[in-house]
C-alpha cells in the first residue's frame, strides 16, 4: 500500500476519532485523559478473548480480538492527536506491516500474538503513553493489516457514536441485546453490509438501531 493512500485512510480516522472525542467532552485534548492506563486494559481483555489459560481448553475469538485491538487503536490514536496531527511518517509505518511468518505452527503464532500483546500493555505502561512499534507488532502477530483495521475502525466508530447517543455516557445503554454484547452484533452487522461502500456508516447505524430496539 502507498503511503498517500494510508495518509488518507489516517485522516479520515483522525477526524473520526475528534468528532467522537468531542461528543464525549468538547475540551477533550485539555482534559489530561489516561488514554495508556486504557490501551493495557484492553490488552488483558484481548487476551481473554484470544485464550491464555493453560488449565482449560480455549478457542479464539477472533473477531473479538480484532475489535479489542481496534478499541485499542482509539486510544493510541487520541494520544497521538492529542500531541499534534498525524502525518506522513504515521502513515508510512502502518502502511509497512509485514505478516508473521505463516509457516510457523499454530502455537507457535499464537504464543508470539500473546508476547506482542504483553509487550504493548508494557511499553505504554514504561512511557505512560502509546507505543506505535508495539501497536504495529500486535497488528502484524495476529495478523492484520492496515485496510482492515481502517474497516474495522469504521465500524466501532459507529458503534461508539450509537452508544453516547444512547446514554452511555449517563448509564442508561444496555450493552447486552437479546443475550449478547454490541460488539457481537457489531461483527455480524459488518459481514452483512461487506459489499457496501457508499453510506455505510449510515447504514450501519441504522442497523444498530433496528437491532437495538427491537
Not at 5 to 10: D, E, I, V
Not at 57 to 67: A, E, T
Request: glycine share 4%.
Amino acid at each position: 500500500m502507498s503511503t498517500e493512500n494510508a495518509l488518507a485512510m489516517l485522516h479520515t480516522m483522525a477526524q473520526m476519532q475528534d468528532e467522537h472525542n468531542a461528543l464525549v467532552h468538547p475540551q477533550w485534548r485539555d482534559q489530561g485523559h489516561q488514554y495508556y492506563r486504557a490501551v493495557w486494559v484492553e490488552c488483558a481483555e484481548m487476551l481473554d478473548h484470544f485464550g491464555w489459560k493453560w488449565w482449560k481448553k480455549q478457542n479464539p475469538d477472533l473477531d473479538q480480538v480484532k475489535l479489542e485491538l481496534v478499541d485499542i487503536w482509539h486510544f493510541g490514536l487520541s494520544e497521538m492527536l492529542r500531541s499534534g496531527p498525524v502525518d506522513e511518517a504515521i502513515a508510512a509505518q502502518l502502511s509497512a506491516i509485514e505478516a508473521a511468518d505463516l509457516s510457523a505452527s499454530a502455537d507457535v503464532r499464537a504464543e508470539h500474538f500473546r508476547l506482542a500483546i504483553e509487550q504493548l500493555a508494557a511499553a505504554c505502561l514504561a512511557t505512560r503513553s502509546f507505543d506505535l512499534s508495539s501497536f504495529k507488532l500486535a497488528m502484524a502477530s495476529l495478523p492484520m493489516d492496515l485496510p482492515e483495521l481502517y474497516s474495522m475502525y469504521i465500524g466501532k466508530n459507529i458503534l461508539n457514536r450509537f452508544r453516547q447517543n444512547n446514554g452511555y455516557k449517563s448509564g442508561e445503554y444496555r450493552k447486552l441485546w437479546q443475550g449478547r454484547e454490541d460488539n457481537e452484533h457489531l461483527v455480524e452487522l459488518l459481514d452483512e453490509l461487506s459489499d457496501v461502500v457508499e453510506g455505510l456508516p449510515d447504514k450501519l447505524y441504522a442497523c444498530l438501531e433496528a437491532r437495538y430496539t427491537a
